[in-house]
């Protein structure tokens, strides 16, 4: 029995009417479930140095739009200049970094205190600027004086799955007594070993000029919830006796846990917000 040419035309149009309503359905539900209104700012809970060159900030955009960032600027840490990279691509979204450069004066190295920042300015393009929180960014004093260093960093590294290693060697004999970190919230989030040691179980440990020490990390975020994209860049501290009695400690950066989000992580974030 032969399909009426009718029949087939109806099918073709319902087939193609409803190829439409999905599609606007689809459009609907990306304006209204995952596209941004402004870029969305990190929460950032980290360590830098004071005298580090950029502060890297990190934020989502639309792939597409306008209302995109300028500039930030942090009251209580004056920029000298700025750049604005891309860091990664998702379906929607893409995730960039802007680096912030303080102002210094010249010879100003050294001297500055140490800050906390909890908050900042942010200039869009197409709408008002806005003050908002940043999460908690620290702008410490290490003593990374390289004359003064008891180790000597030989490789350093991370790999998409959220782990890495920083390869050390020892420049002098020294007792190194413990290890801790500078965030006392980060360890369900990050597993530290020292030479496959967890850290907090490592015991007193001589070490002679040359040995090595292996530093090795898994970013272990969640995978939906607020924690799920904060960006954290911790530093690992080095507690070191010298043969004469002194102490020093070596501050160790790990890499940055933003490096590691992945498209659902990306999705969710948004959609919780």
């Known amino acids: 029995m032969n399909t009426p040419k009718w029949l087939t035309a109806r099918t073709v149009f319902i087939g193609f009417l409803l190829l439409l309503i999905m599609s606007w359905a689809g459009n609907v539900w990306y304006y209204f479930g995952v596209r941004l209104d402004k870029p969305l700012f990190l929460v950032h809970l980290g360590s830098y140095d004071v005298n580090q060159e950029e502060i890297p900030i990190y934020y989502l955009e639309n792939k ?96 998409p799955d959220g782990s890495g290693l920083t390869a050390l060697r020892m420049k002098e004999p020294a007792i190194l007594e413990r290890v801790s970190l500078n965030q006392s919230d980060i360890e369900p989030v990050l597993q530290l070993m020292v030479n496959d040691t967890d850290y907090t179980d490592l015991q007193e440990w001589k070490l002679n000029a040359n040995d090595p020490i292996r530093i090795s990390y898994k970013w272990n975020l969640p995978k939906k919830g607020e924690g799920s994209m904060r960006v954290y860049n911790p530093v690992v501290q080095l507690h070191f006796k010298r043969e004469d009695g002194s102490t020093k400690v070596e501050a160790i950066a790990l890499n940055e846990s933003s490096v590691y989000f992945s498209e659902e992580q990306v999705r969710s974030y948004i959609q919780e917000r």
Not at 111 to 127: A, F, P, S, T
Request: proline share 4%; no cysteine.
């Open 64 to 159: 597409t739009g306008d209302n995109r960032v300028i500039y930030i600027k942090f009251d209580e840490l004056p920029y000298s200049s700025y750049r604005i990279e891309e860091v990664k691509e998702y379906t929607h979204h893409v995730l960039k970094v802007l680096y912030y450069k303080p102002l210094r004066e010249e010879n100003e190295q050294n001297e500055q205190q140490d800050l906390v920042i909890h908050e900042m300015e942010v200039v869009y393009q197409g709408i008002e600027p806005e003050r908002i929180p940043i999460g908690e960014i620290r702008i410490e004093t290490f003593d990374q004086s390289d004359e003064d260093s008891i180790v000597l960093t030989t490789s350093s590294g991370g790999s």
